[in-house]
């Protein structure tokens, strides 16, 4: 066998993640609780600090097997962690480093722990202009995302476009987005770079169209609310005035010309 083919594997403390991606060139922070998660931050700190991390694909299973973790993730190193008191919870941040794939997963001892291979970008015969493209595409379509997100800071974006590289453009838009974990895997799990631009941004235009969608549902119910409002204020306004005038309301005011009518000495049908 040729050695220059060789597949170099290393084994590192792993992390199931619930519900959670975790992209190269990105800090996160999230909390831990499980005890076995929290031993493989202990034995990652103690090794040095990088831990492989993955998602697992269903977050109510407490204690997945290696079927129920996604192979592809993320080695980061542990940058910094904190024991809650009086908790078993250990609030930690991490800095993505590279993706990898895991061979094996292992579910025995105290911590999980995975058989690991670097996951590089695969070389592409794409044009420099057809990249950039591509990029400013994904820049523009998160400024439109994040304009229908008041509740993300316009950092957001100053952020990425402080930093063109491509890889880092992907990875922080990703992370940030509000993408479900099947659709994040995918860009995680695709090595050509273009590709992976060309999908952030079918998906972010997929979340541009949802978003539009909600708002347009959500003003419309408060046009509504504001309807309903402004007439019953206008009506209580009404009936001060008529109580400060000394008027009848509209109700008492029919109920009297109908007692009056009742009372004329007319047949039924001049009544009516």
């Known amino acids: 066998m040729d050695e220059t083919n060789k597949i170099e594997y290393f084994e590192l403390p792993m992390l199931p993640l619930r519900g959670l991606n975790v992209f190269p060139g990105v ?13 493989a931050l202990s034995a990652a700190v103690k090794r040095g600090g ?4 993955a998602a697992q694909k269903d ?82 379509l998160f400024r439109d995302y994040l304009q229908l997100n008041p509740d993300m ?30 659709n994040k895997q995918k860009l995680l799990e695709e090595q050509y770079p273009s590709r992976r631009l060309a999908l952030l941004g079918k998906l972010l235009t997929r979340e541009i169209e949802i978003l539009t969608i909600e708002k ?3 003003d419309a119910t408060q046009e509504q609310v504001n309807r ?20 009848e309301s509209e109700s008492e005011e029919a109920d009297t ?3 009056k009518i009742e009372a004329l000495p007319v047949d039924a049908e001049i009544r009516e």
Not at 163 to 176: E, K, T
């Open 153 to 182: 800071m316009n950092e957001q974006l100053l952020n990425v476009i402080a930093n063109p590289d491509l890889g880092f453009v992907i990875s922080y838009i990703a992370q940030n987005a509000h993408f479900s974990v099947e």
């Open 228 to 247: 309903g409002q402004r007439e019953y204020f206008l009506r209580e306004e009404l009936k001060l005035i008529q109580s400060e005038l000394g008027g």
């Open 257 to 259: 010309y109908r007692a």
């Open 59 to 140: 977050v109510a299973v407490d204690a997945p097997g290696e079927d129920e973790i996604y192979h592809v993730g993320t080695v980061c190193r542990v940058r910094q962690q904190l024991r809650q008191p009086r908790a078993n919870v250990c609030r930690v941040m991490v800095e993505g480093l590279y993706r990898a794939a895991a061979a094996q997963i292992s579910t025995e001892g105290k911590y999980y722990t995975a058989k690991l291979v670097e996951l590089p970008d695969k070389p592409e015969r794409v044009r420099a202009e057809r990249k950039e493209a591509l990029v400013r595409n994904c820049l523009n």
């Open 50 to 53: 990088e831990i492989f991390l």
């Open 27 to 39: 800090l996160l922070t999230f909390d831990v609780e499980r005890p076995a998660s929290v031993a």
């Open 216 to 218: 347009e549902l959500n």
